[in-house]
């Protein structure tokens, strides 16, 4: 049997230390296992690690844009009960009904189709649907635009807006299908908010 000493192991290569490993854990023998493990994570250490790539500017305000969404959301989930047990039962009898997470798993807004199919640099926005109805909050910026063109949208039943137009006579949706048939445009997400919440304040009643 090998005498398997520290300077004998740190001497073998990363595959056959991983195959002496192996073997050691088939055959039981804990302290052999140990001193494997102790060196595999000594190498592990020693190991450069990637740097992450540094965020470009749109994706910084992607990003930023996703968070405020999503605290927009936090602070209307206080405010109305819009959750999905609520939902589904506001709905009942509304078929193939499937109540909205308000925000993305992440906590952060949803990801929306138009960018997810490349149509766009920038499509996030967060949701409720109760019955047929479904509302949104969004962001949105056309491909090759600067930052500075984004519009922040409320989209809704046309009953429940102020004032409202069809989605697509106020923006490019490439052909697909909206949620609901008419929308606000706004410059500033303080102004959407105020409209979303009015919205959901109706839906909520």
Same mark, same amino acid.
């Given at each position: 049997? =090998?005498?398997?000493?520290?300077? &004998?192991? !740190?001497?073998?290569?990363?595959?056959?230390?991983?195959?002496?490993?192996? $073997?050691?854990?088939? +055959?039981? =023998?804990?302290?052999?296992?140990?001193?494997?493990?102790?060196?595999?994570?000594?190498? $592990?250490?020693?190991?450069? &690690?990637?740097?992450?790539?540094?965020?470009?500017?749109?994706?910084?305000?992607?990003?930023?844009?996703?968070?405020?969404?999503?605290?927009?959301?936090?602070?209307? !989930?206080?405010?109305?009960?819009? %959750?999905?047990?609520?939902?589904? !039962?506001?709905?009942?009898?509304?078929?193939?009904?499937?109540?909205?997470?308000? =925000?993305?798993?992440?906590?952060?807004? +949803?990801?929306?189709?138009?960018?997810?199919?490349?149509?766009?640099?920038?499509? &996030?926005?967060?949701?409720?649907?109760?019955?047929?109805?479904?509302?949104?909050?969004?962001?949105?910026?056309?491909?090759?635009?600067?930052?500075?063109?984004?519009?922040?949208? =409320?989209?809704?039943?046309?009953?429940?807006?102020?004032? %409202?137009?069809?989605?697509?006579?106020? &923006?490019? $949706?490439?052909?697909?299908?909206?949620? !609901?048939?008419?929308?606000?445009?706004?410059?500033?997400?303080?102004?959407?908010?105020?409209?979303?919440? +009015?919205?959901? /304040?109706?839906?909520? /009643?």
């Amino acid at each position: 049997m =090998v005498d398997w000493t520290d300077d &004998r192991i !740190a001497a073998l290569s990363d595959s056959d230390l991983k195959n002496l490993l192996a $073997n050691a854990e088939r +055959k039981s =023998v804990d302290d052999l296992i140990a001193r494997c493990r102790t060196e595999l994570e000594k190498r $592990n250490a020693l190991k450069p &690690r990637k740097a992450s790539k540094p965020r470009t500017e749109l994706k910084e305000f992607e990003h930023a844009m996703s968070v405020q969404l999503a605290d927009v959301g936090k602070q209307m !989930a206080e405010k109305y009960d819009l %959750s999905e047990e609520t939902a589904k !039962a506001k709905s009942s009898g509304v078929k193939g009904f499937r109540a909205h997470k308000l =925000v993305g798993s992440d906590g952060q807004a +949803k990801l929306g189709g138009l960018q997810r199919a490349g149509f766009v640099a920038v499509d &996030r926005y967060i949701s409720y649907r109760r019955g047929n109805d479904i509302v949104s909050l969004g962001v949105f910026l056309p491909k090759d635009q600067e930052i500075s063109e984004h519009k922040f949208f =409320v989209i809704a039943p046309q009953a429940m807006l102020d004032r %409202s137009e069809p989605v697509d006579a106020i &923006r490019d $949706n490439h052909g697909q299908k909206q949620s !609901a048939d008419s929308g606000v445009a706004f410059g500033d997400l303080d102004s959407a908010a105020a409209a979303f919440d +009015k919205v959901l /304040a109706k839906m909520a /009643a």
